[in-house]
């Protein structure tokens, strides 16, 4: 269950914390994963080590706000063989709200975190309808549907992702392409470290304990296991599912409410 052999995959931001979650879990299942990812080296470095397991990974460097460089590296990927798979999970974060938000501050995030995940749409859906049909995976937030203190840019940019789920499942089911997305709640990742070694120096060890407590499980997700529900979701055994919003959040949503 869960092959994704003779499937090529594209992950954007896949050489770190979730995304590289989602680049080894495709992998280990048997695609030809492409990593975009805007430090070139450091997706290379992943590349090289999934590879050196017996992956099968090639590294891209790639600005994903840029439409012209997005365009440039997924037709040079789709004039090598079909695209199936897109994962576009390249995202920024900020801290602030609606009065401490900048206008660059949000300028830069609706660059990444929207614009991105449209350019990377906009490309890769003609080739996939020329394949007939494909998957999309989007990476929301559970911000993008709940309240979180001083994440304004952060929740209006991730309710954008998750409404552009919605519209792209609706607009592209008849081409057979299935798109969904997944919200996690805290992941710990090495974003998570350091921020946490930022902004609470001397308090690394307390303030990680605060935030594993929001979720109501106990603590905070594992990459890997965000990386398994991208998995399933890109699968055949998916099959029957788009247009659909999966929280993975050890309870946040629905328990603290």
Known sequence: MFSLQNKTALVTGGASGIGLAISTAFAQAGATVHILELNAEQAQAEADTLNAAGGRVRAHGVDVSKQADVRAVIDGIAADGPIHILVNNAGIAHVGNAETTTEA??????????????????????????????????????????????????????GAVLTMTYQVAKDYVKQGIRCNCISPGRVHTPFVDGFIAKNYPGQEADMFAKLSATQPIGRMAKPAEIGALALYLCSDEAAFITGTDYPIDGGFIRLNS
Do not use: Q, W
């Open 105 to 158: 501050d949000m300028d830069r995030l609706f660059a990444v975190n929207v614009k991105g995940v449209y350019n990377c749409l906009h490309v890769t859906i003609p080739h996939l309808k020329t394949n007939g049909g494909g998957v999309i995976l989007n990476m929301a937030s559970v911000a993008a549907t709940v309240g979180i203190a001083d994440r304004f840019a952060y929740s209006i940019t991730k």
